[in-house]
């Protein structure tokens, strides 16, 4: 199978940086893309950032300018650089793959990894 493990939240003031970081492992084939969400409590979770298929960049509106997502396709990983934190983001982040497993007829399906909690105090 497939796990996704997001390490990198914590505790930190407004203004201050984090480095989310979200690995994938298990019987990968290939992976088509990542993304980070994010979930605040009593609400659906949202797009963060992801990567579009024609190598593009999404980023949610609320995180354009201040988040930075990237990749590292040999570790099957990707990062989520936090900068300029507010209060406001507060929330449950997760690591969304779109994974192809070394399965028989195996097709592509997402996975998500169990999120990390990142605070920002005032």
């Known amino acids: 199978q497939v796990q996704l493990v997001e390490s990198g939240g914590g505790l930190v003031q407004a203004g201050g940086s984090l480095r989310l970081s979200c690995v994938a492992s298990g019987n990968i084939f290939s992976i088509s893309t990542m993304a980070w969400y994010r979930q605040f409590p009593g609400k659906q979770r949202e797009l963060v950032a992801d990567f579009q298929s024609y190598g593009g960049i999404t980023y949610g509106d609320s995180v354009k300018g201040r988040f930075t997502i990237s990749k590292d396709n040999a570790k099957n990983t990707t990062y989520l650089q936090m900068s300029s934190l507010k209060p406001e983001d507060t929330a449950v982040y997760y690591c969304?793959?779109?994974?192809?497993?070394?399965?028989?007829?195996?097709?592509?399906?997402?996975?998500w990894g169990q999120g990390t909690q990142v605070t920002v105090s005032s």
């Open positions: 969304l793959a779109d994974v192809m497993t070394t399965d028989r007829g195996s097709t592509f399906r997402y996975y």
